[in-house]
């Protein structure tokens, strides 16, 4: 039995108290991974963000906010782990200061300088050791090459593509890419089924069960 750590759904970054950059990442697949680790025999340990999905009540749920903290919760709990789906959306921006009170409209423009957040996929990786990593690429166009352009860099072992099309939806169609840009799978349905043929390909891959 492994135990596997899964990020899951968006995160936020404030620019005052009550406004946030994020993203509309639902939290759906993140569950349905959990539910297919489940029941393939493995314990899970999910780090969320803010989503509106229900997790499996047999996983183990930390809940996080900004992408800060989901780098430190997954900082903390990978070394306990065999590997991590990083399915989570963190948000890549985060705005230099953070208002003290709600920014009021003054009739003028205004200018928000952002700076990038932590790679948390990338800081993981970095000492992953005999752990495996395997990532999600979110692309909008050329997919192929984005992602694994992706992989090599953040040093992960798997790559699943997907479109923005998936976003909020029940449904995803996806590709699984080793280090070499081979297309090992590509598995299309509701996110329950993907998430089982996903966790069937990485437990043949990674953990050399079949």
Same mark, same amino acid.
């Given at each position: 039995?492994?135990?596997?750590?899964?990020?899951?759904?968006?995160?936020?970054?404030?620019?005052?108290?009550?406004?946030?950059?994020?993203?509309?990442?639902?939290?759906?697949?993140? &569950?349905?991974?959990?539910?297919?680790?489940?029941?393939?025999?493995? !314990?899970?340990?999910?780090? &969320?963000?803010?989503?509106?999905?229900?997790?499996?009540?047999?996983?183990?749920?930390?809940?996080?906010?900004?992408?800060?903290?989901?780098?430190?919760?997954?900082?903390?709990?990978?070394?306990?782990?065999?590997?991590?789906?990083?399915?989570?959306?963190?948000?890549?921006?985060?705005?230099?200061?953070?208002?003290?009170?709600?920014?009021?409209?003054?009739?003028?423009?205004?200018?928000?300088?952002?700076?990038?957040?932590?790679?948390?996929?990338?800081?993981?990786?970095?000492?992953?050791?005999?752990?495996?990593?395997?990532?999600?690429?979110?692309?909008?166009?050329?997919?192929?090459?984005?992602?694994?352009?992706?992989?090599?860099?953040?040093?992960?072992?798997?790559?699943?593509?997907?479109? &923005?099309?998936?976003?909020?939806?029940? !449904?995803?169609?996806?590709?699984?890419?080793?280090?070499?840009?081979?297309?090992?799978?590509?598995?299309?349905?509701?996110?329950?089924?993907?998430?089982?043929?996903?966790?069937?390909?990485?437990?043949?891959?990674?953990?050399?069960?079949?």
């Amino acid at each position: 039995m492994a135990r596997i750590l899964i990020t899951s759904g968006p995160t936020r970054q404030y620019l005052d108290p009550i406004r946030y950059l994020s993203n509309a990442s639902s939290g759906r697949m993140g &569950s349905a991974l959990a539910a297919a680790v489940l029941a393939a025999g493995h !314990e899970a340990v999910v780090v &969320s963000g803010p989503v509106d999905v229900d997790y499996p009540s047999d996983a183990e749920l930390v809940r996080i906010e900004s992408t800060e903290e989901l780098r430190d919760a997954c900082l903390a709990i990978f070394p306990t782990c065999d590997g991590l789906i990083a399915a989570a959306a963190p948000c890549d921006y985060r705005p230099v200061e953070v208002a003290s009170h709600k920014i009021a409209k003054n009739g003028q423009s205004m200018t928000v300088e952002l700076v990038e957040t932590p790679d948390v996929v990338a800081s993981l990786a970095a000492d992953k050791q005999s752990r495996w990593v395997v990532a999600f690429a979110l692309e909008t166009h050329d997919q192929h090459a984005r992602a694994l352009k992706k992989l090599r860099r953040k040093q992960c072992d798997l790559i699943v593509v997907n479109g &923005s099309e998936a976003i909020d939806s029940p !449904e995803t169609s996806v590709e699984v890419l080793n280090p070499e840009g081979t297309v090992l799978a590509t598995i299309t349905g509701n996110k329950a089924d993907v998430a089982k043929e996903l966790i069937g390909v990485i437990s043949a891959r990674l953990m050399g069960l079949q």
